[in-house]
């Protein structure tokens, strides 16, 4: 790889100081208060985790006894989907025993009301730091451990565990469905144009677009067929859900989207992360994870898998910034550069262009 392309793996893009809308601990209604300190003790002590991108409420707190716990989950203030999003969470770590090697130890849930209420799922705290910055041995670490989630158990262990096939949320990815072939068509949403205009020159972009979307659907229609090895896969593996805890051992935290399936997804999902926040090449977060595995990727899996991830965020990248979201679009951008990046430095399409600041 030249050091032309290394370059352009980091973000250009600056961080809108904005934060997401969680709510404040003083907003937990008493009702709610008591049933998590039937779990906990009385709480001495707490603060909003700051970390995601998403609105939900999260907590850092410290019970009168000293033990301190991570409390997160949906709220009234938020979209209906966030009650959903912890039930699934609660339902891969009571289905996956092993997680508690790989994630914090889960105590229970409460709920107060309806759908749209309360719900919240209680977690030790990780008391360490922020994956950032990546260095070479904390990715190691990271592929270490994902080594470990992927080669747990077989299928037959886990048979409640959602296919990524049939989940709502992950299917596209896991077939090679929509993504980039939605750009295709032509609708109103007009995305051909608002995907150009991420870019800056936008004119350039457009036919970038025109010339190059039939390799990246047929790199991304290689999904359906693929063959490499499945798994557990957990499928959000950005650094804000990777902590290092107090003696530097990584720990994945946010396990909403875990399903069963082609466990590339992770390791692409995770190499081009790192890659949209750092100097690190995602080939060699690839190399360290085929060390640890023994089994080296076909190249044209690699680049269906870069393609399929680069897709998702160039279709959503565009989209307006949701109000209570304001760091979700910067985000996508910088993993949509990463992952063009990483098609250019290998050969499947060259660069549309930088992606310029909104
Ligand atoms: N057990 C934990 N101990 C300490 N901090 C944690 C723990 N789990 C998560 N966090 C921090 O809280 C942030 C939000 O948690 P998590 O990712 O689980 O929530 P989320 O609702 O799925 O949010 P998002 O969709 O924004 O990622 C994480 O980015 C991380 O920084
Ligand atoms: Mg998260």
Request: some cysteine; glycine content about 6%.
């Amino acid at each position: 790889m030249t050091t032309e392309t290394a370059a352009a793996f980091h973000p250009a893009l600056l961080e809108p100081p904005e934060k997401e809308a969680r709510p404040q601990w003083t907003e937990l209604p008493s009702e709610v208060l008591s049933e998590i300190e039937k779990i906990t003790g009385k709480i001495a002590a707490a603060e909003i985790a700051w970390g995601g991108y998403s609105p939900s409420a999260c907590f850092r707190a410290t019970a009168e006894n000293g033990e301190k716990y991570f409390i997160k989950g949906s709220h009234p203030g938020q979209a209906a989907h966030g009650a959903k999003a912890l039930r699934q969470e609660i339902h891969a770590y009571t289905t996956l025993k092993f997680l508690q090697q790989l994630a914090p130890r889960f105590h229970g849930s409460i709920s107060v009301g309806d759908e749209d209420d309360w719900r919240l799922g209680i977690w030790d705290m990780v008391d360490g730091k922020t994956a950032l910055p990546w260095t070479l041995a904390k990715t190691q670490a990271v592929v270490d451990l994902l080594w470990q989630l992927h080669s747990s158990v077989s299928r037959a262990d886990v048979p409640d565990l959602p296919d990524g096939r049939e989940s709502n949320h992950v299917s596209d990815f896991f077939l090679g469905e929509r993504l980039w072939k939605r750009f295709e068509r032509e609708d109103d949403s007009n995305r051909q144009q608002h995907f150009a205009e991420l870019f800056e020159d936008s004119d350039a972009a457009r036919q970038w677009l025109d010339t190059h979307l039939p390799a990246l659907v047929r790199l991304q229609s290689g999904m359906s067929g693929m063959t490499g090895p499945e798994g557990v896969v957990h499928f959000d593996l950005r650094s804000d859900n990777i902590l290092f805890n107090a003696e530097g051992r990584a720990v994945i935290v946010d396990w909403t989207d875990t399903c069963w399936g082609q466990v590339l997804l992770d390791i692409v999902l995770f190499a081009q992360c790192v890659a949209a926040e750092s100097g690190i090449a995602p080939q060699t977060v690839i190399q360290q994870y085929e060390d640890v595995s023994g089994h080296i990727y076909p190249r044209e899996d690699v680049l269906s898998v870069v393609a399929t991830v680069t897709g998702y965020f160039a279709d959503n990248a565009w989209r307006a910034v949701p109000q209570e979201l304001p760091r979700l679009r910067w985000v996508q951008s910088i993993c949509l550069q990463a992952g063009l990046s990483w098609l250019a430095a290998e050969g499947a399409a060259p660069l549309p262009g930088m992606l310029c600041q909104k």
